[in-house]
């Protein structure tokens, strides 16, 4: 195979979006966006005829393209699906008297939810997501929380892609539906003591989750009262949790960098919420509780956050437990019967480590240089051992108990590869790349043995970038037909994300948002100047936030790149933040600036944001993609930036958009046909830009 951009049969002329004028004018500046069209006036509904036809002009050129290279596609397809298990399932989770899983049928979407008394019993079906998502072009299982006693499960549907979910009470005995609460939940809600109601959170027409609500099961919908709702900041969004011990229901209220919870008694939810700590700006914190205790993880006195206590009779009196250090980032805290869990990053590497509530510590020991390591099911307050999650690039999805009695790590459940997996023929890495302001970006590599590093090599490049998510380096049994085909695969660790702390995240966001953009690009020179590959055989690749570093990044240094796929990118970022009626501008804001109150935001934002700043040179192939429902980047981002590239570019490089006419953020929601929408993108990638050969 052999990168060419040449087809089977002559490609149709590329669709042209009509350009319209329509401009305005901000803080003394004048914009020209003649794609604004697009964007549907009567959104959220999407009926003009105009813009429903480009966008189906779009897929059909799509699907041209692609047409002569069905046959590589249905090839990665196969092998992808050939390295799941497809009658997989996960390990059972002790939850008082029974016992919980999911497990998928052979050649099944979608899984189906199981129990079993722990005293002994039939496996009972709880929920089959393939019956109940029979004939739905999208479907999507937000939660199943089942009652205390057990008798109930509340359960949260969208079959749109919108993100606003269905809610329903289900009786297990009967496994029929007794009652919908509501349209536009959103999160997972949460049961009362007495199993008598839920807690849960709604969205508002702006889909913003603005309230907290409860239902008494047996009563009217009209009747259910609202516990909080949030009104003085649009940018706060609200959701609910519960307790480790179970004593109490959670109601906080924030955005990125601001929060406020409040206390319910669980087994009485009518009683007035206690407020913890008042709102302060860029102070977060979180809590959990055990033996009459708060334990609350905030950042108020470090930026690495410190753990604190507090007496639920005085819950805004805090003492120092564990202080804030500059190489411990806290990232959370469980707090179980007998030991207090902490997730932290030492130096960028996931740790694990165990507090008696005496004060001793320890650290669960794991080998690997560079790996991801988190809790996993834990839902009783006393386990007798933690469940964990571990893997690394090399080492597939693992299971542990770990047994602190004996410290010892319990094998449950190694993610089986049926195909065949052999790890000794896999290297991973972790590089450590200079920044053009001397900082050190640390990348995660894995190759094929043998791969040599002459300058020639072909890599694919990851990273996202924003909200303080980290890219954990995580195996994946997809980037295998890259690998298998010579390439290697690298995850790029940028500003933007708290991958090395939380200042980490701080310095790629606001006024210092291009810190991300350019890590991106010096993390691929420097993969250059150490001969991994070379300009224009880099692939890249990101997705939402991740998607506007892609579209930052083809506009500064196209020729580094030799094929980019941008998922529901976010690229039209003056416009949406401009626009506060849209569901997450308000709480963005934090995030990148607001550009309608400050004039050195806006021009900022300006001066990076991809749509913006397309400009007539020569951009490397690209396969765009949105969804049409998405409520988190519209559909007419993707659909803008795209049209105007097909205007402005000065190259003839294949230029692909495809919106899912029915699905949303995640794009399609059955594994199958969310793996097939990976092998377009990859075989996008191969007919591009060439592979070594066939997969090995």
Do not use: C
Not at 212 to 236: C, K, M, S, W
Not at 583 to 603: C, M
Request: proline share 6%; aromatic share 12%.
């Amino acid at each position: 195979m052999t990168a060419t951009n040449s087809q089977a049969s002559p490609l149709p002329t590329p669709p042209r979006a009509e350009q319209r004028p329509h401009s305005f004018t901000r803080h003394g500046v004048t914009i020209d966006d003649p794609w604004n069209w697009l964007r549907d006036s009567s959104y959220p509904t999407v009926d003009d005829e105009d813009v429903l036809s480009y966008l189906r002009a779009e897929n059909a050129y799509f699907e041209a393209a692609m047409a002569p290279h069905q046959g590589l596609i249905d090839t990665l397809f196969g092998e992808m699906r050939g390295r799941i298990q497809e009658d997989d399932s996960s390990v059972p989770a002790r939850d008082g008297d029974f016992t919980y899983w999911w497990a998928f049928q052979s050649g099944a979407q979608y899984r189906i939810w199981y129990r079993r008394p722990v005293a002994g019993g039939e496996a009972q079906t709880i929920f089959d997501e393939p019956a109940e998502a029979q004939g739905k072009q999208y479907f999507r299982l937000g939660a199943l929380q089942v009652s205390p006693d057990g008798r109930y499960a509340a359960i949260m549907v969208d079959d749109d892609g919108s993100e606003r979910f269905q809610l329903k009470i289900r009786d297990l005995a009967t496994n029929r539906d007794i009652e919908t609460i509501t349209q536009v939940g959103i999160g997972a809600p949460v049961w009362t003591s007495d199993s008598g109601g839920v807690v849960f959170t709604e969205v508002n027409e702006n889909w913003r989750s603005y309230r907290a609500r409860l239902h008494r099961l047996g009563q009217p919908v009209a009747n259910d009262r609202t516990l909080y709702e949030e009104t003085e900041n649009i940018a706060f969004t609200v959701g609910v949790g519960l307790t480790q011990d179970r004593k109490y229901i959670l109601i906080n209220t924030g955005e990125n960098s601001s929060n406020e919870i409040r206390l319910i008694p669980a087994d009485n939810p009518e009683a007035p919420p206690v407020l913890i700590a008042r709102r302060r700006p860029l102070i977060q914190y979180s809590v959990d509780a055990s033996h009459g205790k708060l334990w609350i993880l905030t950042n108020d006195t470090h930026v690495n956050f410190r753990l604190a206590e507090a007496d639920p009779a005085r819950p805004g009196e805090w003492r120092d437990v564990i202080p804030g250090t500059d190489t411990a980032y806290l990232r959370g805290v469980t707090a179980f019967r007998d030991h207090l869990v902490i997730t932290e990053r030492v130096n960028g590497r996931d740790q694990i480590r165990l507090r008696q509530y005496d004060g001793r510590e320890e650290r669960i020991p794991f080998r690997e240089a560079s790996y991801t390591v988190g809790l996993d099911s834990n839902p009783e307050y006393a386990p007798a051992a933690y469940r964990l999650g571990y893997s690394s690039m090399v080492t597939p999805p693992t299971v542990y108990d770990y047994h602190p009695a004996d410290d010892r790590l319990e094998t449950l459940k190694v993610q089986p590869i049926p195909s065949g997996y052999d790890p000794s023929q896999y290297v991973t890495e972790r590089l450590m790349m200079p920044s053009r302001d001397g900082w050190q970006i640390p990348v995660s590599i894995v190759y094929r043995r043998g791969f040599e590093r002459n300058g020639r090599g072909r890599l694919f490049l990851y990273a996202y970038g924003a909200y303080g998510y980290a890219t954990p380096p995580a195996f994946n049994t997809n980037r295998f037909s890259l690998l298998d085909r010579g390439y290697a695969f690298a995850i790029a660790h940028i500003r933007g994300g708290d991958d090395m702390g939380y200042q980490w995240y701080l310095d790629g966001k606001l006024d210092r948002r291009t810190n991300t953009f350019n890590d991106f690009v010096d993390a691929a020179r420097g993969l250059v100047a150490q001969n991994y590959t070379r300009a224009g055989h880099i692939a890249i690749q990101g997705g939402s936030a991740g998607g506007e570093l892609m579209g930052a990044v083809v506009n500064s240094d196209p020729g580094l790149w030799g094929a980019v796929v941008a998922d529901v990118p976010f690229v039209d970022v003056v416009n949406t933040m401009l626009d506060e009626s849209l569901p997450l501008t308000p709480g963005e804001w934090n995030e990148w600036g607001n550009p309608i109150t400050d004039a050195a935001a806006f021009r900022y934002m300006l001066s990076y944001s991809p749509y913006d700043n397309v400009t007539a040179q020569a951009y490397p192939p690209m396969l765009i993609t949105g969804g049409l429902n998405d409520p988190r980047v519209t559909y007419w981002e993707p659909a803008k930036w795209a049209a105007r590239l097909r205007a402005t570019r000065t190259d003839d490089n294949l230029q692909l958009l495809k919106i899912n006419m029915g699905a949303g953020h995640g794009g399609q929601s059955g594994r199958w046909t969310r793996l097939r929408e990976v092998a377009e993108s990859y075989a996008f990638i191969l007919t591009q830009m060439g592979a070594e050969g066939a997969a090995r």
